[in-house]
């Protein structure tokens, strides 16, 4: 069977019938609120993403772990904090990622977590620089049943992945990807479904093809090309591709550059998803790294009653009204797409 078709007909195992009724109720509302141009809310997510950690051990050019440059203080999510969320929404909530920054694996608990989310049928992955996917980890990873894994190789030789991922060592990544596969056969699993992930720069982009032929021999299931995004891109950057289609940025006539995207008044990630930092801040999502636009705090309140409050609803008619006027969105080229 096609992997690409065997993941498919995994995440859809988890549908249930409450599950698709949610679904049904926030895809509704969503549509709603766009053609009406009033914000209205109906069902709970039906996908969320949960901080691990800020901390990371590389130190990337554009991602502010990498950086060390968030405002936020660095920490671990406490167990009792995500285990209290997850009972509340398991019953409707269709697909958790355990990521927002940093690097998962740092956290001593994270594979307890993976479990614990596992054991209530809900869809789980994560994306990692698989530095720390020791042949112990490894086996764990299967164990704890993490239905996708995409990890992070932005170049086939070392003096390309470095210059992205400094402080990373690229033998690192392919020996963890090896042991993620080696243990999927040993134990007989499906999953994770494995995922190379190729942050397409201009260093890199001459090991496209490369990187294809690399996942291929190693066994991986899919190889993703993602765009960079780029804090200050008005005047350009070294790491902007030149394969137009692989860049978020266009030239203008006056030389500066602009984001490809429209802004337009909509996003359907302020409807079906959210992100959790690790200390239980609830944000609209991945664009917000630094958790400038906080619509709660699960310390003070359920999360049931945080996605309905008043602040959540007037910030998704904010956005209906004015999504250019959002700071975050200036530089956002996704939501705008259903089951983006």
Excluded at 98 to 111: C, I, K, S, T, V
Excluded at 181 to 189: F, P, V
Excluded at 204 to 220: D, F, P, R, T
Excluded at 258 to 283: E, F, P, Q, R, Y
């Amino acid at each position: 069977m096609n992997r690409n078709i065997s993941d498919g007909l995994n995440f859809f195992s988890k549908v249930t019938p409450k599950r698709a009724w949610n679904a049904l109720k926030v895809l509704s509302s969503y549509y709603e609120s766009k053609w009406t141009g009033k914000a209205v809310h109906r069902g709970s997510p039906i996908a969320i993403s949960f901080e691990p950690t800020t901390s990371c051990n590389l130190r990337c050019p554009e991602c502010p772990s990498g950086l060390r440059s968030f405002t936020r203080p660095t920490g671990m999510l406490p167990a009792d904090l995500f285990k209290q969320t997850i009972d509340e929404i398991a019953d409707t909530l269709l697909y958790l990622t355990f990521y927002f920054q940093g690097e998962p694996y740092l956290h001593p608990d994270f594979l307890k977590l993976v479990g614990y989310a596992s054991q209530k049928g809900i869809y789980t992955g994560t994306s990692t620089n698989a530095h720390y996917l020791t042949d112990a980890n490894a086996k764990k990873t299967v164990e704890s049943g993490l239905d996708r894994l995409i990890i992070s190789i932005d170049g086939t030789t070392q003096e390309t992945y470095q210059q992205y991922r400094v402080g990373g060592k690229l033998h690192k990544v392919i020996e963890g990807t090896k042991n993620i596969i080696k243990w999927k056969k040993a134990l007989k699993s499906k999953t994770p479904h494995v995922i190379f992930q190729f942050l397409v720069v201009k260093p890199n982009e001459h090991q496209i093809g490369e990187v294809y032929q690399l996942a291929k021999e190693l066994g991986v299931d899919e190889v993703g090309l993602k765009t960079a995004q780029i804090y200050d891109f008005e005047h350009g950057s070294d790491l902007m591709p030149t394969i137009d289609k692989y860049s978020r940025y266009e030239k203008t006539t006056d030389g500066t550059y602009a984001i490809k995207n429209a802004l337009d008044g909509h996003c359907w990630k302020m409807w079906h998803s959210c992100v959790i930092t690790w200390d239980g801040l609830v944000v609209p999502c991945c664009f917000d790294k630094d958790a400038h636009y906080r619509l709660g705090d699960l310390k003070e309140q359920s999360f049931t009653r945080l996605w309905a409050s008043e602040p959540y609803q007037q910030f998704r008619q904010t956005l209906i009204q004015s999504r250019s006027g959002i700071e975050m969105c200036k530089n956002c080229t996704e939501g705008t797409q259903v089951w983006a």
